[in-house]
């Protein structure tokens, strides 16, 4: 059993299809179903049951995947370190991010850190919130900035606060509310509600919104990209609540923003794997985005 042999364990168990395993491996199909194959064989267990419709991984399999996840992770910090005293940083980071981080200036953030570390390799997943951290904890990627969502559902994690920003509401310019400069989120209690995914942080920040001002929002959509809301919002389909840095990145032509006389605060964390020391590499990118970033 090799390192590579791991990796293209961990890349089946992740796409559960050869073609796409094997791409994400730089390897030939065939060449990734015979390592496996040699490997379920010499470990004497079989990995994955394979069948004309699917690859599901077995118990022992599952087994694997998590032990191996944590050697690659050792070998990669290992990598790093050594790297450290030959005088340079270099290695892979892979950032999982929400949509919604001009606020943070992230693009800049990680722009500058890559001018400071040219030897490195920047990945960057964009996702959902807890489909980030879902990721994060089965170490598919090694940080990931979010919506801080309730942190006792997970306990494993470190969160570190990087910014802030308060969600809006944005109706059509044809609704009785257009022209308020705010609103009492109770006045809205008989209106159609255009609501983000329940896996999106900000669905469930909302929910709660609703529910302390005194009602259950009635949602008719849900809406995974910030341009689909707003379309259907300018249309008149209902009201969405979106953070204030869309309209600066948005056109707004033919919907308007109107305030909450109590803010809707999204709250933009860092967040990494408790109880694990990370690589040097990684580490030297939390100092860095915390120095930028302190609250």
Do not use: W
Not at 99 to 114: C, H, M, N, P
């Amino acid at each position: 059993m090799d390192i590579y042999q791991m990796k293209y364990v961990l890349a089946l168990a992740k796409h559960r299809n050869f073609t796409q395993a094997a791409e994400s491996c730089y390897i030939s199909q065939s060449s990734l179903s015979q390592q496996i194959s040699k490997l379920e064989k010499e470990l004497g267990v079989k990995l994955f049951d394979r069948t004309t419709r699917a690859i599901r991984i077995t118990e022992a399999g599952q087994t694997f995947v998590e032990m191996a996840s944590g050697i690659l992770h050792d070998v990669d910090t290992l990598e790093q370190t050594m790297a450290t005293y030959a005088g340079f940083l270099r290695g892979t980071i892979n950032i999982g991010a929400i949509t919604a981080l001009e606020r943070i200036g992230f693009s800049q953030l990680v722009t500058d850190f890559y001018s400071r570390y040219p030897n490195l390799t920047l990945n960057i997943y964009q996702g959902k919130s807890l489909s980030l951290l879902d990721s994060l904890e089965k170490r598919n990627i090694d940080i990931a900035f979010v919506t801080q969502p309730r942190e006792h559902n997970y306990p494993h994690m470190d969160f570190r606060l990087v910014g802030k920003d308060e969600y809006s509401l944005i109706v059509s310019d044809k609704h009785p509310l257009a022209g308020r400069d705010e609103v009492d989120l109770a006045e809205l209690k008989d209106e159609d509600f255009i609501l983000q995914h329940p896996d999106q942080s900000v669905s469930g920040l909302c929910m709660q919104a609703c529910a302390e001002a005194g009602f259950t929002p009635r949602v008719i959509s849900r809406i995974e990209t910030v341009s689909i809301a707003m379309n259907l919002a300018r249309q008149g389909l209902g009201v969405v609540f979106l953070p204030s840095e869309v309209p600066e990145q948005y056109p707004m032509n033919g919907l308007c923003r109107i305030r909450l006389k109590k803010p809707i605060e999204k709250r933009i964390v860092m967040v990494t794997r408790a109880k694990e020391t990370p690589s040097h590499l990684v580490s030297a990118f939390i100092e860095f985005i915390h120095s930028r970033t302190k609250q």
